[in-house]
């Protein structure tokens, strides 16, 4: 009997490849189809649908309610419903402009779809001879955000994590990576992301992602939600400065506006880089002023308040790395 066992494993390893792979081609079979039809008509048809997905469909309804109900409290039934719907409708319009990006998006093109706020300080930060920290989180099209970076000629290391179907995860970072973004596996990534801040690079985070119990913990809306306390190690650690950005969707697709919505400067010494604590709390109060700016532009389907603190303590920051640089 043991000289059989490896045979289901196997076959579980084959039958899974053969899912991922149907999943692959049924992906960018759709994305086809989506490239072939005009934007308009994408983009009515992600209006229709949306409403289908968020009442009919119930795709992750109840975690969607949770989230809402927690986040905005005062909401009638009514708002919280237009609220998912409104979020099914960006995250469609999302799929639409990814499709698009590489055929509408250019260096001639760019001015007619994206506002630049704080322009001047945008450039001026990113061309620092330091290392810098580029955050946002799952709110606005930060996918076309980062596409945009890599467009306009600055290199960042975004950190993400890797899709569980190797053929998505592919197709997916090479759309990432098409204008001049490196991507950077989330586990294990530590060293690299290290060796960019060493190098003075500018590292992109997304820092909504909940943590878990071990993480430091932070009000979000007013509830305790955990952050990675790598953030923080990385942006203090190595003095770098952290920018908060987004792109929010003014109007229907390509339409949207990017802003640095707060920076801090651990060399300059306020109170929001005075530790890990602090700096997590500033970096997620800011991304709470901007959700609530839009929220229907926001990922309301991840459980963001999962998990309760843990008696894990934050360590001290490490020595800074570019003193003597």
């Known amino acids: 009997m043991e000289g059989k066992s490896p045979k289901p494993k196997r076959r579980r390893t084959l039958l899974t490849n053969i899912g991922d792979f149907a999943a692959y081609t049924a992906v960018r079979v759709a994305i086809c189809i989506v490239q072939a039809l005009p934007r308009s008509f994408c983009e009515r048809g992600a209006r229709q649908l949306s409403g289908l997905l968020a009442n009919r469909l119930r795709i992750r309804r109840e975690v969607v309610r949770d989230n809402l109900r927690l986040a905005f409290p005062a909401y009638t039934v009514g708002?919280?419903?237009?609220?998912?719907?409104?979020?099914?409708?960006?995250?469609?319009?999302?799929?639409?402009?990814?499709?698009?990006?590489?055929?509408?998006?250019?260096?001639?093109?760019?001015?007619?779809?994206?506002?630049?706020?704080?322009?001047?300080?945008?450039?001026?930060?990113?061309?620092?001879?330091?290392?810098?920290?580029?955050?946002?989180?799952?709110?606005?099209?930060?996918?076309?955000?980062?596409?945009?970076?890599?467009?306009?000629?600055?290199?960042?290391?975004?950190?993400?994590?890797?899709?569980d179907n190797p053929w998505l995860d592919r197709f997916v970072t090479e759309f990432r990576e098409s204008r001049g973004q490196v991507i950077l596996p989330k586990k294990g990534s530590a060293p690299d992301v290290a060796l960019v801040l060493d190098e003075r690079g500018a590292i992109g985070l997304l820092g909504d992602q909940a943590a878990g119990p071990k993480g430091c913990w932070v009000e979000f809306f007013g509830?305790?939600?955990?952050?990675?306390?790598?953030?923080?190690?990385?942006?203090?650690?190595?003095?770098?400065?952290?920018?908060?950005?987004?792109?929010?969707?003014?109007?229907?697709?390509?339409?949207?506006?990017?802003?640095?919505?707060?920076?801090?400067?651990?060399?300059?010494?306020?109170?929001?880089?005075?530790?890990i604590k602090e700096l997590s709390q500033w970096y997620t109060s800011i991304l709470e002023q901007v959700i609530r700016r839009e929220p229907g532009q926001y990922w309301w389907v991840?459980?963001?308040?999962?998990?309760?603190?843990?008696?894990?303590?934050?360590?001290?920051?490490?020595?800074?790395?570019?003193?003597?640089a």
């Open 302 to 324: 991840h459980r963001r308040w999962r998990g309760k603190p843990g008696k894990a303590k934050v360590k001290p920051v490490p020595p800074d790395r570019h003193a003597a």
């Open 223 to 275: 509830k305790p939600a955990s952050v990675h306390k790598a953030i923080g190690v990385f942006a203090l650690s190595a003095e770098a400065p952290v920018m908060v950005c987004s792109a929010t969707r003014r109007g229907g697709l390509f339409d949207y506006d990017l802003r640095i919505d707060g920076t801090a400067d651990p060399a300059a010494g306020g109170p929001e880089t005075a530790g």
């Open 79 to 163: 708002e919280r419903r237009e609220t998912a719907r409104a979020m099914w409708e960006h995250l469609l319009l999302m799929v639409v402009e990814i499709a698009h990006a590489n055929r509408v998006i250019h260096k001639t093109t760019w001015r007619k779809h994206l506002r630049i706020h704080g322009m001047n300080d945008f450039v001026r930060t990113l061309w620092l001879e330091r290392p810098k920290v580029i955050l946002s989180g799952h709110y606005g099209n930060f996918e076309i955000a980062a596409y945009l970076f890599g467009l306009f000629g600055f290199r960042v290391f975004s950190v993400a994590r890797e899709l």
